[in-house]
């Protein structure tokens, strides 16, 4: 027996396994040839930033694209930033975006497929089992070294100047110790760390190509990085390459903070006996800085946008919010969106190496505007259901005031849907209050200030006791709209807006003045869904007590 042989079972006698019966045990999967299998792997903190859903989006897809496989894996060795019950808080976040997993993690104690278990605090043996195997070969070797003395030695590295500093070469003093000097030190109780026997060379250089930054050309990793803490959990990079090999990953897709591990991450792979994965870093997601004018990363601190609960609580569809993603991920997004204006959004043809590699900027304006394109391709149905989820748990008199009357309610999302170019004048359930005021007592306004600018007080006033005369509750649009234009010639307007534009001293104004003061009249509002529907819905009663009111307040009798 080597004195590596012998290290390894000093170190590791309690483990049993071999790397064999885990690849075994984990075979590769049986998927279609070119199918990827991706992974989002994040800490049980159970805040979801937006960057994690878009990262999460564009795994997803990356895998969907080709009849792979996507699945969560939790990474919860770094105990000091998980929070409790954080997995559900994680699953349920992106699970309201309509992000699935195929495998993984489903919730508190619970998984799903054969290759777990998927969270990492739960696969001790399993790294320690490559890590015995590490020391057997001798590419890695306990380290006694102090916290203390690791800094002494990089203050020591800093004030000699050198431009590489860490446990590395000469450095890594623990590196040459005897077998007979380990063994002393292990049985006398000495705390250690595992440490990786970099093979790299100072002069070394990787190159690989990340899907999404193209060609990347760096140093090799000569650092001897810690593999297994004091506590024999594994580091985020020993356990990274565990699990993506055995949990047969064939992509990588992360942040691009990462970039700078991926020589050390291969090098990993490689000294392990693993097939190197394919990478993919992802740019963050960007934002306009006011204060200087320049660009920042959407900041958790700054941003209340950066949290995905902040759109729930908003009330954004995740719908709308994917859809935005979409548009900042790939570029041709929209174009495909127009000509598949139907289609499910999962369903385009994602292509990672069409991202930014620069990082996408985000911008609330066109969010809101994306959202109002969703919610206006809605059935009134759906609108009324999804409002009245919001508004249960956010706005409790809008939903007592749209749950009395079930009915009525998808009346008013009804006015001008469904048809060619519906309105968009909802982009958030939130914005519903003020969309709906109108049409309830309890949340009405009167408001008559915003009257046509060529309409004074006096022929507002008779527009609206000439209306009354001819009013009909029971005619259809066009009954409706005719008897207005009826009305025009005995009060001085046109019913012809071109005729009043060719000659405007002829005449008060036109039939959409007439219409408007009617409008601002019913509503307090010069802008409005189809006024037609509106009065059918409030109903004859309402809208001659609101007409009267108006000319009461206007002066009239």
């Known amino acids: 027996m080597t004195d590596y042989e012998k290290l390894a079972e000093l170190l590791f006698s309690h483990i049993e396994k071999t790397p064999e019966e885990y690849e075994e045990k984990y075979p590769q999967r049986n998927l279609p040839e070119g199918a990827r299998v991706t992974r989002f792997a994040p800490s049980p903190t159970g805040f979801v930033h937006l960057g994690s859903l878009f990262a999460s989006l564009s795994e997803m897809l990356i895998a969907r694209s080709t009849d792979g496989l ?44 054969d290759y777990g278990p998927y969270t990492q605090s739960k696969r001790k043996d399993i790294y320690q089992c490559f890590a015995k195997e590490l020391v057997k070969k001798g590419l890695a070797y306990p380290c006694f070294c102090t916290e203390e003395e690791i800094s002494q030695l990089r203050l020591k590295q800093e004030n000699d100047g050198l431009d590489t500093k860490g446990y590395y ?34 002069d070394g250089k990787i190159i690989f190509e990340d899907l999404i930054k ?25 356990a990274h390459a565990v699990d993506d090999h055995l949990m047969r990953s064939t992509h990588i897709v992360r942040g691009d903070e990462w970039i700078s591990s991926v020589p050390t991450h291969i090098q990993l792979f490689k000294v392990c006996g693993f097939k190197v994965l394919k990478y993919a870093h992802i740019s963050p997601i960007m934002k306009e800085d006011e204060e200087t004018g320049g660009k920042r990363k959407l900041s958790k601190r700054k941003d209340p946008e950066a949290a995905v609960e902040f759109f729930i609580e908003q009330g954004y569809t995740p719908e709308s919010v994917i859809e935005y993603l979409l548009t900042i991920a790939n570029s041709n997004f929209e174009d495909w969106r127009r000509a598949n204006p139907t289609a499910e959004r999962f369903s385009f043809p994602f292509n990672p190496k069409k991202m930014s590699a620069s990082g996408a900027l985000f911008d609330m304006n066109k969010m809101i505007d994306v959202s109002k394109n969703v919610v206006s391709v809605m059935t009134a149905e759906q609108v009324y259901e999804k409002a009245v989820a919001w508004a249960e748990k956010y706005d409790k008199e809008l939903y007592d005031l749209l749950s ?38 309890e949340l009405y306004k009167e408001n008559f200030d915003e009257m046509p600018e060529n309409t004074d007080k006096n022929s507002a006033i008779e527009i609206l006791e000439e209306y009354k005369k001819i009013y ?30 060719k000659t405007p001293e002829l005449f008060k104004g036109h039939v959409g003045d007439v219409s408007s003061v009617i409008r601002v009249a019913v509503t307090s509002r010069k802008n409005t869904p189809d006024l037609y529907s509106i009065i059918q819905l409030l109903g004859k009663e309402k809208t001659l007590q609101r007409i009267d009111s108006c000319i009461e307040k206007l002066g009239g009798k």
């Open 70 to 113: 996507f699945y969560l894996r939790i990474e919860d060795t770094d105990k000091k930033r998980e929070v409790e019950d954080g997995v559900t808080g994680i699953v349920k976040g992106l699970s309201d975006f309509g992000i699935e997993f195929d495998e993984g993690v489903m919730g508190l104690d619970e998984e799903k497929g």
């Open 169 to 202: 070469g000469e450095f890594a003093k623990c590196r040459s110790l005897s077998f007979e000097e380990q063994k002393e030190l292990v049985e006398s109780g000495k705390e250690y760390t595992l440490r990786l026997r970099s093979p790299g060379k100072a």
């Open 214 to 238: 193209g060609k990347i050309e760096m140093p090799e990793n000569i650092q001897d990085i810690v593999l297994l803490k004091r506590d024999g959990i594994p580091t985020y990079h020993f």
């Open 404 to 441: 009395r009357d079930r009915e009525y309610s998808i009346g008013i999302f009804s006015i001008d849907r469904g048809n060619k170019n519906p309105r968009k004048d909802i982009s958030k359930w939130s914005d519903i209050k003020g969309y709906v005021e109108y049409f309830f007592d």
């Open 472 to 501: 009909e509750h029971s005619d259809t649009k066009e009954e409706w709209f005719e008897r207005i234009k009826e009305l025009c010639p005995k009060i001085g307007y046109t019913p012809n807006v071109k005729e009043y534009k």
